[in-house]
Structure formats: structure tokens, C-alpha cells
């Protein structure tokens, strides 16, 4: 039985329990629901949840164990000299097995007596089945596959038999537990309870896998390059090693990349902040409840923008307007019309990223100070002060320790925000003030990094797993104190 | 009584009549809260330095009614109001009226206690200050202790004036809005329910200090406690179903009303 009926069957088995459990449960009632601890649906399900948890677990064990303990075992029965050669070899060797495998499954039983008398015609006659083999198999490979093949069939209906039982035992034993005084609901809510921790251990644990695999490559590269010259280097000249030299392994300096991140997320937040937080007040404070409900989402619409495509606005639109705009200020006042703002510049991906970082800022700003309550407004206006006095001097002092840690999570944003900077900021790795010349982000060069036809090992291409967990740290640091300075923020109140 | 002459209590009576002054005078007044609504021609004069208590059962419109004397209404989406509200001569609902000016006339202090999250000595000064009250520190030092000693605050907190206004008690963070609406030196001091969120002792406290501010000031009070209202009050009115019921002197209110729904009401035998 194939993966997808057997799943099939389980759940007609759990659909039957559910229905047998509830039919039961009424019975046994006798009319008065109040006889039993819990409402008939909650037997029903107790039923379905042992008969298909049992089921599916042994069948994913299944799934991966049997392909493990199967290979093993052919692999033991290759002969001596096959065994003597590298793992590699083995390792192609096992696969074309597993390709003569399935192909042996499609043939009728003249054409397998045939293919075990004549080997050398495994190929072609594969071949026409639609399974290509890269090359003649070696002799000992058809007794392999055969055991192969034979083995997975064997496991296959041992495995349908065995989830098929799982299913009908638990069925019958829950079936059995049921009783007026069994406590199901809270059995089926200790299950639910089990599901949803392990529903958000998964997001956890992914976090720490993520670290855990940037960290094991991020420590290859400050084997070759130590973490000095990385952290505090002000060159980024990642020279690539030409073909066969192994000395020429460039400077990686993080400064100047630095330089960059920090100076293009400091022109977005100086975009970003005003104009998120005055369109929050506007929207919290002002805007009479049509024009919010209409406002609000179409501001919001400007967060489901992808960045990339703020990159290519940035690219084809603000970047040239910028350097078309100084080229004609600069020829107004000194009479030479050479333009003074790269079409790629620190100002160009600020701004834009600061267009796209202004719904973070309304909408988290929105809700904190929407959060302040409306007793202080009362008591302020009560007072006779005006909107914006009260919004000045009592909504926003309350309001203010939640909108720095609103800002410092967009900052976050900012320095993580890799497209449109890849698109408009430029390449060129240097340490300068001036916003009208381009500068480069740390996730440019990872990007660049990244993207090539490098060695995997070598520390051009590992230093964008350092570039990576130094960004990771950085925004996680952010993320904390920002954490930390709402929850500061919220025992104001309470 | 029966000594006097008939012309002699003709006198005495004009001359009681002659005493009263109207500081606000409601005519007419209906409030609706979108289609709803909650007031329905209110007719309510309040006297100059006298404490008037609304009673009246849950959403009877006393609070609503309190509310449109300082147009704290305003503030809330889809209400209007009809009919006219003079504050001394000045028709308060009038385009012209300056309703921030109006509020510095007619003070408002919260069912709930709610200082701002500053100091207290901020708290108090916060009035003052929008309004331009004190142009020297030396003034507005003046004016915060004058205020919390009026509201009976300042030997409490003299010695910490500018720790956190939140930090006080429940009973003490009322009196402090007490004091930060006395700040502003308004003519009438408005309260919805002011000792409603606090224990026995702290609303002695208050109604005390309710007492006191009758001196200087005009004040209309929200309560729920019939108790409350005989111990604070000279005037009462009695509000049922968004119609004003009765309003007379706190003694008759209480001894011998009018009508019977507001004897009902004060027997506890509805609301």
C-alpha cells in the first residue's frame, strides 16, 4: 500500500472512530447527557486521537528507519572488493542499485529471468521502461538490486499491516475506556495542549538550528581569517584566489561594511520616524473613525509591498530622479551641469527604505499610543488643555517608551533590509560620509558573497556565514532592548 | 413661624429667592448618542457655591448630563447635544465659546483617580502651565502648594512632591486630581462618581474636602450612594430613564420627595 492510501485508511479508521466513540458515548448516556463527564464529541474524538497518533507515529518511524536498515544490509552483502573502495564510490554504486531497483519493479517476469541470464542488457532494457542508467551495471549490482527490491516490498506490506493494527488496537482500547465517568475532554485537551507546544517548540528550535548551522560555518572562516582582522578591519578587498594560488586570500574588514549598514538604516530611520510617527499620532488622535478605517489599511497596504520591488523603485525611479535633480541644481547655481548625487547612493536606498519601513513605524506607534489611557486624555482635556497639548505633553510622554522600542524594532528592520539596498546602495565597500555616493551593507556582501561560482570552503565565500551571525547578533540586540524597554513600559500602568 | 405675619414670611421667602443664583442654568437639554438617546429635555439650574448630587438608577443619564456642562461630550464620536447651557450669561454650546476656555472654567475630576504618569508636583502644575497661570517659578510653587492644601494633599506630600504621581494611594491620587483641577482655579468643579474607586476612609477624606470646596467653588456631583449624597450635597437631583425626575433641596429630597419615584429609589426599591 502506497504512503497516501495507507493515510487514507488511517483517517477513514479515525472519521469511524470519532463516530463509533460519540454513538457509544450518547448510549451509554441513556438520554441525560449530564450521566457523563464529558460531551459526546469528546469521546468521539479520545477514539479518533488513539486511533490515528499511534498509527501515524509508527509509520513515521517507519518511513525513516526502514530505508536505513535496508541499505545497511545490502551494502553488507556487496562483495569484498566493492566493500574496499572509497565511500563515495559505494555510496554512486548504491544509487544506480537503487535506480535498477525500480526498474526491475516494472518488469514482467520473462524480461527479469531474461535480464538475470544476460546482464549487459540491463541498460538498454531499463531504458525503455523510462529508468536511465548512467553506465553498464557491474555484475554484483542485479543480485543487489534484487535484494533491494524485495526487501522494500517486504517492508512496505509489513509496514501497511502494522500501521493498519496500530490503528484498529488504539481504536479498540480507547473504545473500551469509554465510560460515564471517563474524563475525555480533559484527555483530548491534554492532547491539544501537547500539539500546541509542540507547534511553537518548532519556531524555537529552528532558531537555535539556524544560529547553530551559521555559528559551525561562521568558526570555519575565523580558522583561516582571525576574528581580529575580521571585527575590526577597515578594508573589504575579498580578493578572489585565482586558479591554483592558495596565498591570496584578500581582507575582510567588517568596518566599512558597517559604516554602510549603519549609515544608509540611520537615513531611512531620519525618513521613517517623522513621517510614521506623525501619520500615528494623526491616525490615533485625529482621524475620525471613517477616515482611520480607510487610512490605516491603505498605509498598511505599503508594508505587503516585497522589497524587491521598493529595490526597483528605488533603481529605476528615486535614484535617477535624485541624480537629475542635482545635476540641474548644481548647473543653476554654478553653471556646471554635473550631477553631484550618484543614482546609487547612501540618500537613494535610505530614502526608500525609509518609505518602506514608515508602516512599521505608524502601525506599531499607532497601537501604543492608542494603548495610553483614555482616562489621561479625559483628565487632560478635562483640564482645558487643547488635543495637541494633551498629545504633547501627556499622551506621548506616556506613550514614549513604547515608541523607542517600536523604533529600535525598525531599526532592526533597517539593518536586516537586504534588496533594496542591494539594488540601490552599490557595491563599492568604503568608509565616507557623504550620503551622495554609494556606500555597501553587510547583506549586499552576503548576497555577493553568496551568489557565485566559488569553492563552498574557501573564506570568500565562508565570510558571508561571519557577515550573517554578526547581523543576526546585532538584530537580536536590538530586538532585546526593544523587548525589554515595552515591558518597562507596560508595568506603568498595571 | 406662626408668630411672624403673613407679610413678614412673604418677606423672608423673597428674600431666600433673592439669595439664589444661578451659576449654570440647563434648559431643554437632550443629548444623543448617535440615534440613541439618552437625555430627553432636561431642565436643571445650578446653584452658585453649592454642591448639587445627580443620583439615579445605571444609565439613567446623570453622568451625560454632567458631561455637557464642560462639553467633555465633544470628545466622544457621534454625540450631540440640543437645548441651552449658560455658564454665568454665556450660552456654552455657543459657536464662539472657546471650549478650552470653557473646561478652565468648569473643572472636571474622574470616576477613576487618574494622575498623569509625572510627578505630582507636576500633576498639579500640568493646569497652570497650558494656561499660562504662573509666570515666575516662585508663582507656580505658590499655586501647587495652595492647590494641594486645598484639596487637604499637602502634608501628605510636601516631602515628595516630585516622586511619581502614580505612586500614591488610591485615596490620594483622587485628591491630587482634586487639586490638579483646583489648579486652574475654576468656577465650577464637575464629578463623576469621585469616590467610587476608593475605600470608606478615603471617601470620608474627600466628601470632607467636598465640603470645603463649596466655599469657593460651584460643584456638581455624580453618586451613586444615597448616603453620599445627603452627607454632600444641599441640592439633589433625581434622574430616571433620561428624564430628570425632581430636583429640591437635599433635606425634602431625602424626607419627603416629591415624587414617587424618587422615593421608590431612595427605598432602594429600584436601581
Given at each position: 500500500m502506497s504512503i497516501s492510501l495507507l493515510l487514507l485508511v488511517v483517517a477513514v479508521i479515525g472519521v469511524a472512530g470519532y463516530m463509533v466513540g460519540s454513538w457509544r458515548a450518547n448510549a451509554l448516556a441513556g438520554g441525560?447527557?449530564?450521566?457523563?463527564?464529558?460531551?459526546?464529541?469528546?469521546?468521539?474524538?479520545?477514539?479518533?486521537?488513539?486511533?490515528?497518533?499511534?498509527?501515524?507515529?509508527?509509520?513515521?518511524?517507519?518511513?525513516?528507519?526502514?530505508?536505513?536498515?535496508?541499505?545497511?544490509?545490502?551494502?553488507?552483502?556487496?562483495?569484498?572488493?566493492?566493500?574496499?573502495?572509497?565511500?563515495?564510490?559505494?555510496?554512486?554504486?548504491?544509487?544506480?542499485?537503487?535506480?535498477?531497483?525500480?526498474?526491475?519493479?516494472?518488469?514482467?517476469?520473462?524480461?527479469?529471468?531474461?535480464?538475470?541470464?544476460?546482464?549487459?542488457?540491463?541498460?538498454?532494457?531499463?531504458?525503455?521502461?523510462?529508468?536511465?542508467?548512467?553506465?553498464?551495471?557491474?555484475?554484483?549490482?542485479?543480485?543487489?538490486?534484487?535484494?533491494?527490491?524485495?526487501?522494500?516490498?517486504?517492508?512496505?506490506?509489513?509496514?501497511?499491516?502494522?500501521?493498519?493494527?496500530?490503528?484498529?488496537v488504539g481504536a479498540f482500547f480507547s473504545y473500551r475506556a469509554i465510560a460515564p465517568r471517563f474524563r475525555a475532554r480533559n484527555r483530548v485537551?491534554?492532547?491539544?495542549?501537547?500539539?500546541?507546544?509542540?507547534?511553537?517548540?518548532?519556531?524555537?528550535?529552528?532558531?537555535?538550528?539556524?544560529?547553530?548551522?551559521?555559528?559551525?560555518?561562521?568558526?570555519?572562516?575565523?580558522?583561516?581569517?582571525?576574528?581580529?582582522?575580521?571585527?575590526?578591519?577597515?578594508?573589504?578587498?575579498?580578493?578572489?584566489?585565482?586558479?591554483?594560488?592558495?596565498?591570496?586570500?584578500?581582507?575582510?574588514?567588517?568596518?566599512?561594511?558597517?559604516?554602510?549598514?549603519?549609515?544608509?538604516?540611520?537615513?531611512?530611520?531620519?525618513?521613517?520616524?517623522?513621517?510614521?510617527?506623525?501619520?500615528?499620532?494623526?491616525?490615533?488622535?485625529?482621524?475620525?473613525?471613517?477616515?482611520?478605517?480607510?487610512?490605516?489599511?491603505?498605509?498598511?497596504?505599503?508594508?505587503?509591498?516585497?522589497?524587491i520591488v521598493y529595490g526597483f523603485f528605488a533603481l529605476v525611479t528615486v535614484g535617477p530622479f535624485l541624480r537629475d535633480l542635482s545635476e540641474q541644481l548644481n548647473g543653476l547655481v554654478t553653471g556646471d551641469y554635473s550631477n553631484f548625487i550618484q543614482a546609487q547612493s547612501v540618500l537613494t536606498a535610505g530614502f526608500v527604505m525609509g518609505i518602506m519601513l514608515i508602516p512599521y513605524v505608524s502601525s506599531l506607534s499607532d497601537d501604543i499610543i492608542t494603548a495610553v489611557p483614555r482616562a489621561m486624555r479625559d483628565g487632560s482635556l478635562g483640564l482645558g488643555a487643547t488635543r495637541s497639548e494633551t498629545i504633547k505633553r501627556v499622551i506621548l510622554p506616556a506613550a514614549l517608551p513604547g515608541i523607542v522600542g517600536a523604533l529600535l524594532m525598525t531599526a532592526s528592520r533597517a539593518v536586516g533590509e537586504t534588496m533594496i539596498v542591494v539594488l540601490a546602495a552599490g557595491v563599492a565597500a568604503r568608509i565616507q560620509l557623504n550620503p551622495f555616493e554609494p556606500m555597501t551593507t553587510v547583506t549586499v556582501k552576503i548576497v555577493s558573497q553568496l551568489t557565485g561560482d566559488l569553492e563552498f570552503t574557501s573564506p570568500q565565500t565562508l565570510v558571508a556565514f561571519a557577515l550573517g551571525i554578526t547581523l543576526f547578533f546585532i538584530t537580536l540586540c536590538l530586538n532585546i532592548y526593544a523587548l525589554y524597554i515595552v515591558r518597562k513600559y507596560r508595568e506603568q500602568y498595571e | 413661624m406662626n408668630m411672624m405675619s403673613e407679610a413678614a414670611v412673604e418677606k423672608a421667602l423673597d428674600k431666600k429667592m433673592n439669595d439664589i443664583s444661578y451659576k449654570m442654568i440647563g434648559k431643554d437639554v437632550s443629548v444623543y448618542y448617535g440615534d440613541k438617546r439618552a437625555l430627553y429635555d432636561v431642565n436643571l439650574n445650578v446653584r452658585q457655591n453649592t454642591v448639587t448630587a445627580l443620583i439615579g438608577p445605571s444609565g439613567c443619564g446623570k453622568s451625560t448630563f454632567l458631561r455637557t456642562l464642560n462639553r467633555m461630550n465633544d470628545t466622544?464620536?457621534?454625540?450631540?447635544?440640543?437645548?441651552?447651557?449658560?455658564?454665568?450669561?454665556?450660552?456654552?454650546?455657543?459657536?464662539?465659546?472657546?471650549?478650552?476656555?470653557?473646561?478652565?472654567?468648569?473643572?472636571?475630576v474622574f470616576q477613576k483617580p487618574n494622575p498623569f504618569p509625572k510627578s505630582i508636583y507636576e500633576n498639579v502644575a500640568y493646569g497652570p502651565r497650558i494656561h499660562g497661570l504662573a509666570k515666575a517659578k516662585a508663582d507656580m510653587d505658590a499655586i501647587v502648594e495652595s492647590s494641594l492644601?486645598?484639596?487637604?494633599?499637602?502634608?501628605?506630600?510636601?516631602?515628595?512632591?516630585?516622586?511619581?504621581?502614580?505612586?500614591?494611594?488610591?485615596?490620594?491620587?483622587?485628591?491630587?486630581?482634586?487639586?490638579?483641577?483646583?489648579?486652574?482655579?475654576?468656577?465650577?468643579?464637575?464629578?463623576?462618581?469621585?469616590?467610587?474607586?476608593?475605600?470608606?476612609?478615603?471617601?470620608?477624606?474627600?466628601?470632607?474636602?467636598?465640603?470645603?470646596?463649596?466655599?469657593?467653588?460651584?460643584?456638581?456631583?455624580?453618586?451613586?450612594?444615597?448616603?453620599?449624597?445627603?452627607?454632600?450635597?444641599?441640592?439633589?437631583?433625581?434622574?430616571?430613564?433620561?428624564?430628570?425626575?425632581?430636583?429640591?433641596?437635599?433635606?425634602?429630597?431625602?424626607?419627603?420627595?416629591?415624587?414617587?419615584?424618587?422615593?421608590?429609589?431612595?427605598m432602594g426599591r429600584f436601581g
Open positions: 441525560r447527557l449530564s450521566n457523563l463527564h464529558s460531551r459526546p464529541g469528546y469521546y468521539g474524538s479520545f477514539v479518533a486521537i488513539w486511533a490515528m497518533l499511534p498509527a501515524i507515529v509508527v509509520l513515521l518511524v517507519w518511513i525513516v528507519a526502514s530505508p536505513i536498515y535496508i541499505s545497511s544490509t545490502v551494502r553488507a552483502g556487496f562483495p569484498e572488493e566493492v566493500k574496499a573502495t572509497s565511500q563515495a564510490e559505494q555510496n554512486l554504486g548504491y544509487n544506480m542499485i537503487g535506480a535498477i531497483a525500480r526498474g526491475m519493479a516494472m518488469l514482467s517476469a520473462e524480461e527479469r529471468e531474461a535480464l538475470f541470464k544476460d546482464g549487459t542488457t540491463a541498460r538498454s532494457l531499463l531504458a525503455t521502461k523510462g529508468v536511465p542508467l548512467a553506465a553498464d551495471p557491474a555484475p554484483y549490482m542485479l543480485k543487489s538490486a534484487d535484494d533491494l527490491s524485495r526487501m522494500s516490498r517486504a517492508s512496505s506490506t509489513f509496514l501497511s499491516i502494522l500501521v493498519v493494527l496500530a490503528a484498529a485537551e491534554g492532547v491539544m495542549l501537547v500539539g500546541l507546544i509542540a507547534a511553537s517548540s518548532i519556531a524555537i528550535l529552528t532558531t537555535v538550528g539556524i544560529v547553530a548551522s551559521m555559528a559551525t560555518e561562521a568558526i570555519h572562516f575565523f580558522n583561516r581569517v582571525p576574528a581580529w582582522e575580521f571585527f575590526f578591519g577597515t578594508v573589504w578587498d575579498p580578493r578572489f584566489a585565482a586558479a591554483g594560488s592558495t596565498d591570496s586570500s584578500g581582507q575582510f574588514g567588517l568596518i566599512p561594511l558597517l559604516a554602510g549598514t549603519l549609515y544608509i538604516g540611520l537615513v531611512a530611520m531620519l525618513v521613517a520616524v517623522p513621517v510614521g510617527l506623525f501619520a500615528a499620532i494623526y491616525m490615533s488622535e485625529y482621524a475620525s473613525r471613517h477616515v482611520r478605517s480607510v487610512a490605516k489599511p491603505l498605509l498598511e497596504v505599503l508594508a505587503g509591498i516585497p522589497t | 466622544i464620536e457621534g454625540c450631540r447635544v440640543t437645548g441651552r447651557i449658560t455658564l454665568d450669561t454665556d450660552d456654552i454650546y455657543d459657536p464662539n465659546i472657546d471650549v478650552v476656555e470653557l473646561r478652565a472654567r468648569v473643572g472636571m492644601q486645598k484639596a487637604g494633599l499637602w502634608n501628605e506630600v510636601k516631602d515628595r512632591l516630585l516622586e511619581g504621581g502614580t505612586g500614591l494611594s488610591g485615596g490620594q491620587q483622587q485628591r491630587l486630581c482634586i487639586a490638579r483641577a483646583v489648579a486652574v482655579s475654576p468656577e465650577v468643579i464637575l464629578m463623576d462618581e469621585p469616590c467610587s474607586a476608593l475605600d470608606p476612609i478615603a471617601t470620608a477624606k474627600v466628601e470632607e474636602l467636598i465640603h470645603e470646596l463649596r466655599a469657593n467653588f460651584t460643584i456638581v456631583i455624580v453618586t451613586h450612594s444615597m448616603q453620599q449624597a445627603a452627607r454632600v450635597s444641599q441640592r439633589t437631583a433625581m434622574f430616571h430613564l433620561g428624564n430628570l425626575v425632581e430636583e429640591n433641596d437635599t433635606d425634602k429630597m431625602f424626607t419627603n420627595p416629591d415624587d414617587q419615584r424618587t422615593q421608590d429609589y431612595i
